[in-house]
């Protein structure tokens, strides 16, 4: 197929801006173009906020006309001029960066949920990639996102009358996604090639502009590829691992062969967690091959500048291949670049059977991060089997807490309110800290709240009747249909995937008791639930049929609804309306938990887990914690806490939450209700945005990367993997000496000799580690070289003054040091006294 059969036809002469317009996904979160597509057809624009398929399905008989209008003249030309200046204003990176990001970030993750009219997404990891990117856009980071178009993408959800989920799959067709095939250099329809098992698969290049950013996204549905190969983007998160790891290659090799086509040079590589870790083999191949080296001084080279993130809380989570199935695939493309299947396992797995992708990415990278505090301890104990006898405590994991894109998310009346408080370019400046709503009166933040309840109980009395209401419905039509829900009652909010561990079953732990909640006259709850279970999930789906049961009850109907389909346009409408938000996985779980920061913009308040970023962000004035300060627990299966938990979030909602929200003034407002409101707005809104986030991966990961990957130039590579295997060489001979410690002005010196059989002093470090215990927390002193001992060969005297406990308490260790390594990550040689 052409580039001819993805031309958009001619338009009028004077509406020729509408094509960039159209699909530039910056309408998907700045919302001044809407009117400019309710304009051109307001049925298509409403049922699908779609501005490409809006500009496809007009007529050119409505076109020519609407090209003599004046009135759609002056919204059309605010518009263009509205982009034009947007995409030539100063931004937080042109003023404070000054480009030394180079030709930018190239980022890396198996889907991005931007928009409803791009459905390349299932959950968070998807979310947050689409917020990253316009966040990224917003401050003028130079990102180039890298992912797949899924010819059917994540299911799409209905329930049978029996409460049983459906799925559906639906086909994307490109032509009518927001997105235009890419041209490479000589101006024809980029293509790539991955070598598979026997055979060459192409895949094809498609780009969806958001904001100033690129996604560039890639598709095996060429007709010229085998049938089976043409479904290899099919949908996402195959169950299938021969599918998934078809995925992973076109992901990861194709991606990066992409960026080298179209002759990007991103300064960083950025995978947002395991599935791209190919990527990263590929990136370190064309370095090879540039330098005319070897795949060990390309990794070297290379991965200074490779940062990964992952989401996962449990090691069962990564993605692994069996061997057999590895090496079919991967050989070909392996033997390419004199590569074999054994150098990545033992990068990835220190020489276990499978081929762990998490591994790969991991062995691939300079650093690596999770995506809250609570995470990076989480992440520490499930990657401590990589680091051999490093504890848990020395896992070079860091974190970034996860951020939601603000303006993606806020409300038409929040909007309002915040630029009345803060300006109207609050949300793409820095936002360094909140912005107070002092100017803003308890009334106008409750009418504020009143008004998007009564907006959501509107839309979701609509999506019932499209449920067709009138099927299985219980005792009550009226019920079913949502005309029971009531625009001035508390309303609780529970949306995100089903699955045992996030626990949205906790409520249905004592159904009298919510009963109770729900029925009472004078203090009435309603909830409204979606989401969606895997597939393959029976126990996720087991949930979803509970809770529909549940809302059958005679009691509970018309009171609890649930939300069929759940995806990022209905995820919007319940974030802005609800009044809390409720979240109760399993601690430690919870990697993050973006959903709930997404009600902060817009004066809902969140009932959750201490967990994720909530364990961060809780005070007693900004809403409610189950079991706070929860401290970091061994990962696990154990469901010990959820009867305690569901009696503990039964209390809040009897004692604090219903309670608070009905107790009004003598104005009749509900005060205390509205001091968290605007405690929350104000101290957690601007902290737990994606503007924050984008920030902090520019000023404490990408910077400082670029500047140490700057001096692994060739040369230094080479020396890098001698200085390596000069280490690995001389380990195994290593030896302690003696040990001698004395109390000294309230401190203990101790004393070491070390033989270290041809290293110098200057290629260890020698430390003194003290756990945590009664006495203080934990410590890692290094030792200080003292002398050579005069008497043998290679050893020497090292010593240190640590805080005085018992003797003991403390063990010398040593481990590899060079200026330009990070240990452990790149070395995890380690060696203990005892």
């Given at each position: 197929?052409?580039?001819?059969?993805?031309?958009?036809?001619a338009?009028p002469?004077q509406?020729?801006?509408?094509?960039?317009?159209?699909?530039?996904?910056r309408?998907?979160?700045?919302?001044?173009?809407?009117?400019?597509?309710?304009?051109?057809?307001?049925?298509?624009?409403?049922?699908?906020q779609?501005?490409?398929?809006?500009?496809n399905s007009?007529?050119?008989?409505?076109?020519?006309?609407?090209?003599?209008s004046p009135?759609?003249?002056?919204?059309?030309?605010a518009?263009?001029?509205?982009?034009?200046?947007?995409?030539?204003?100063?931004?937080?990176?042109?003023?404070?960066?000054?480009?030394?990001?180079?030709?930018?970030?190239?980022?890396?993750?198996?889907?991005?949920?931007?928009?409803?009219?791009?459905?390349?997404?299932?959950?968070?990891?998807?979310?947050?990639?689409?917020?990253?990117?316009?966040?990224?856009?917003?401050?003028?980071?130079?990102?180039?996102?890298?992912?797949l178009?899924?010819?059917?993408?994540?299911?799409?959800?209905?329930?049978?009358a029996?409460?049983?989920?459906?799925?559906?799959?639906?086909y994307?067709?490109?032509?009518?996604?927001?997105?235009?095939?890419?041209?490479?250099?000589?101006?024809?329809?980029?293509?790539?090639?991955v070598?598979?098992?026997?055979?060459?698969?192409?895949?094809?290049?498609?780009?969806?502009?958001?904001?100033?950013?690129?996604?560039?996204?890639?598709?095996?549905?060429?007709?010229?590829?085998?049938?089976?190969?043409?479904?290899?983007?099919?949908?996402?998160?195959?169950?299938d691992?021969?599918?998934?790891?078809?995925?992973?290659?076109?992901?990861?090799?194709?991606?990066w062969?992409?960026?080298?086509?179209?002759?990007?040079?991103?300064?960083?590589?950025?995978?947002?967690?395991?599935?791209?870790?190919?990527?990263l083999?590929?990136?370190?191949h064309?370095?090879q091959?540039?330098?005319?080296?070897?795949?060990?001084?390309?990794?070297?080279?290379?991965?200074?500048?490779?940062?990964?993130t992952t989401h996962?809380?449990?090691?069962?989570?990564?993605?692994?291949?069996a061997?057999?199935l590895?090496?079919?695939?991967?050989?070909?493309?392996?033997?390419?670049?004199?590569?074999?299947?054994?150098n990545?396992?033992?990068i990835?797995?220190g020489g276990?059977?499978?081929?762990?992708?998490?591994?790969?990415?991991?062995?691939?990278?300079?650093?690596?991060?999770?995506?809250?505090?609570?995470?990076?301890?989480?992440?520490?104990?499930?990657?401590?089997?990589?680091?051999?006898?490093?504890?848990?405590?020395?896992?070079?994991?860091?974190?970034?807490?996860?951020?939601?894109?603000?303006?993606?998310?806020?409300?038409?009346?929040?909007?309002?309110?915040?630029?009345?408080?803060?300006?109207?370019?609050?949300?793409?400046?820095?936002?360094?800290?909140?912005?107070?709503?002092?100017?803003?009166?308890?009334?106008?933040?409750?009418?504020?709240?009143?008004?998007?309840?009564?907006?959501?109980?509107?839309?979701?009395?609509?999506?019932?009747?499209?449920?067709?209401?009138?099927?299985k419905?219980?005792?009550?039509?009226e019920?079913?249909?949502?005309?029971?829900?009531?625009?001035?009652?508390?309303?609780?909010?529970?949306?995100?995937?089903?699955?045992?561990?996030?626990?949205?079953?906790?409520?249905?732990?004592?159904?009298?008791?919510?009963?109770?909640?729900?029925?009472?006259?004078?203090r009435?709850?309603?909830?409204?639930?979606?989401?969606?279970?895997?597939p393959?999930?029976?126990?996720?789906?087991?949930?979803?049929?509970?809770?529909?049961?549940?809302?059958?009850?005679?009691?509970?109907?018309?009171?609890?609804?649930?939300?069929?389909?759940?995806?990022?346009?209905?995820?919007?409408?319940?974030?802005?309306?609800?009044?809390?938000?409720?979240?109760c996985?399993?601690?430690?779980?919870?990697?993050?938990?973006?959903?709930?920061?997404?009600?902060?913009?817009?004066?809902?308040?969140?009932?959750?887990?201490?967990?994720?970023?909530?364990?961060?962000a809780?005070?007693?004035?900004?809403?409610?914690?189950i079991?706070?300060?929860?401290?970091?627990?061994?990962?696990?299966?154990?469901?010990?806490?959820?009867?305690?938990?569901?009696?503990?979030?039964?209390?809040?909602?009897?004692?604090q939450?219903?309670?608070?929200?009905?107790?009004?003034?003598s104005?009749?407002?509900?005060?205390?209700?509205?001091?968290?409101?605007?405690?929350s707005?104000?101290?957690?809104?601007?902290?737990?945005?994606?503007?924050?986030?984008?920030r902090?991966?520019?000023?404490?990961?990408?910077?400082?990367?670029?500047?140490?990957?700057n001096?692994?130039?060739?040369e230094?590579?080479?020396?890098?993997?001698?200085?390596?295997?000069?280490?690995?060489?001389?380990?195994?001979?290593?030896?302690?000496g003696?040990?001698?410690?004395?109390?000294k002005?309230?401190?203990?010196?101790?004393?070491?000799?070390?033989?270290?059989?041809?290293?110098?002093?200057?290629?260890?470090?020698?430390?003194l580690?003290?756990?945590?215990?009664?006495?203080?927390?934990?410590?890692?002193?290094?030792?200080?070289?003292e002398?050579?001992?005069?008497?043998?060969?290679?050893?020497?005297?090292?010593?240190?003054?640590?805080?005085?406990?018992p003797?003991?308490?403390?063990?010398?260790?040593?481990?590899?040091?060079?200026?330009?390594?990070?240990i452990?990550l790149?070395?995890?040689?380690?060696?203990?006294?005892?």
């Amino acid at each position: 197929m052409t580039l001819a059969a993805y031309t958009m036809r001619a338009l009028p002469a004077q509406l020729s801006g509408l094509m960039p317009l159209a699909l530039d996904l910056r309408w998907s979160w700045h919302h001044g173009s809407d009117q400019l597509w309710r304009l051109l057809d307001e049925d298509v624009w409403e049922s699908t906020q779609n501005a490409w398929l809006v500009l496809n399905s007009v007529s050119s008989e409505h076109l020519l006309a609407l090209a003599e209008s004046p009135e759609f003249l002056n919204v059309y030309q605010a518009q263009t001029s509205h982009l034009q200046a947007l995409n030539e204003a100063d931004t937080w990176y042109s003023d404070t960066c000054d480009g030394q990001l180079g030709e930018g970030v190239a980022w890396f993750c198996m889907e991005y949920g931007v928009s409803e009219s791009l459905p390349l997404y299932s959950g968070g990891l998807g979310v947050l990639a689409g917020d990253y990117l316009k966040a990224a856009s917003d401050l003028g980071v130079p990102v180039m996102a890298v992912g797949l178009l899924f010819q059917q993408g994540y299911f799409r959800q209905a329930l049978s009358a029996d409460g049983e989920q459906l799925e559906f799959y639906p086909y994307n067709d490109p032509t009518m996604l927001p997105v235009a095939p890419v041209r490479d250099p000589s101006g024809e329809w980029a293509r790539v090639t991955v070598p598979f098992p026997g055979r060459d698969v192409r895949l094809r290049a498609w780009k969806g502009q958001v904001g100033r950013c690129e996604l560039l996204l890639l598709d095996a549905n060429d007709p010229r590829n085998e049938p089976g190969d043409r479904g290899i983007t099919s949908e996402l998160y195959s169950g299938d691992p021969e599918k998934r790891i078809q995925q992973e290659m076109v992901l990861g090799i194709g991606g990066w062969r992409l960026l080298e086509l179209l002759q990007r040079k991103p300064a960083v590589c950025h995978i947002n967690e395991g599935h791209s870790a190919l990527a990263l083999i590929e990136r370190a191949h064309c370095w090879q091959k540039a330098n005319q080296s070897d795949f060990a001084k390309a990794r070297l080279a290379t991965r200074a500048t490779n940062l990964f993130t992952t989401h996962t809380s449990v090691a069962a989570g990564f993605d692994r291949f069996a061997p057999e199935l590895a090496e079919l695939y991967l050989s070909p493309w392996l033997s390419e670049n004199n590569n074999c299947l054994h150098n990545l396992i033992e990068i990835a797995n220190g020489g276990s059977r499978d081929l762990n992708m998490a591994g790969v990415a991991l062995g691939m990278s300079g650093r690596f991060n999770g995506v809250s505090q609570i995470h990076r301890k989480v992440t520490q104990a499930i990657f401590q089997p990589w680091f051999g006898r490093w504890p848990a405590d020395d896992i070079p994991a860091e974190f970034v807490t996860n951020g939601v894109h603000t303006p993606s998310w806020d409300s038409p009346e929040s909007d309002a309110l915040w630029t009345r408080a803060c300006g109207q370019e609050r949300w793409r400046r820095p936002l360094t800290q909140s912005c107070p709503l002092q100017s803003i009166t308890d009334d106008e933040l409750w009418q504020m709240r009143r008004s998007q309840r009564k907006r959501l109980i509107s839309y979701l009395r609509k999506r019932l009747r499209s449920q067709h209401c009138e099927h299985k419905v219980g005792s009550s039509v009226e019920a079913a249909c949502g005309l029971l829900l009531d625009p001035e009652t508390l309303t609780l909010g529970f949306a995100r995937r089903f699955t045992s561990y996030k626990r949205p079953d906790l409520l249905l732990k004592d159904p009298e008791r919510l009963l109770a909640l729900l029925c009472c006259r004078d203090r009435p709850l309603q909830i409204v639930l979606a989401g969606k279970a895997h597939p393959h999930d029976a126990a996720g789906k087991a949930l979803i049929k509970r809770w529909k049961d549940f809302s059958r009850r005679p009691e509970a109907e018309g009171r609890v609804v649930f939300i069929e389909d759940y995806d990022l346009a209905v995820a919007n409408q319940l974030i802005q309306g609800v009044d809390v938000w409720l979240n109760c996985p399993r601690h430690p779980w919870e990697a993050c938990g973006t959903s709930g920061m997404k009600v902060l913009v817009n004066g809902g308040l969140n009932l959750s887990q201490y967990d994720g970023w909530w364990a961060e962000a809780w005070n007693e004035n900004v809403g409610w914690a189950i079991r706070p300060g929860a401290t970091f627990e061994e990962l696990s299966h154990s469901d010990q806490h959820d009867d305690a938990d569901a009696n503990e979030l039964f209390a809040l909602l009897e004692e604090q939450v219903i309670p608070e929200f009905y107790q009004l003034n003598s104005e009749g407002l509900p005060a205390r209700w509205l001091q968290r409101v605007r405690a929350s707005m104000d101290q957690l809104t601007a902290s737990y945005s994606a503007n924050r986030m984008v920030r902090e991966y520019v000023d404490a990961f990408y910077l400082p990367m670029i500047a140490k990957g700057n001096q692994r130039n060739p040369e230094t590579a080479r020396q890098l993997l001698q200085w390596q295997q000069q280490i690995a060489q001389h380990w195994p001979r290593l030896r302690f000496g003696r040990l001698t410690s004395e109390q000294k002005d309230g401190t203990r010196v101790f004393t070491l000799d070390v033989y270290l059989d041809g290293l110098s002093p200057e290629q260890v470090m020698i430390e003194l580690v003290a756990e945590a215990s009664e006495y203080g927390g934990r410590i890692v002193q290094p030792m200080t070289f003292e002398r050579s001992l005069p008497g043998a060969e290679d050893s020497y005297l090292f010593s240190v003054s640590v805080p005085d406990r018992p003797e003991d308490h403390y063990t010398p260790r040593i481990r590899p040091h060079h200026p330009l390594l990070h240990i452990p990550l790149e070395d995890q040689h380690v060696l203990w006294y005892r």
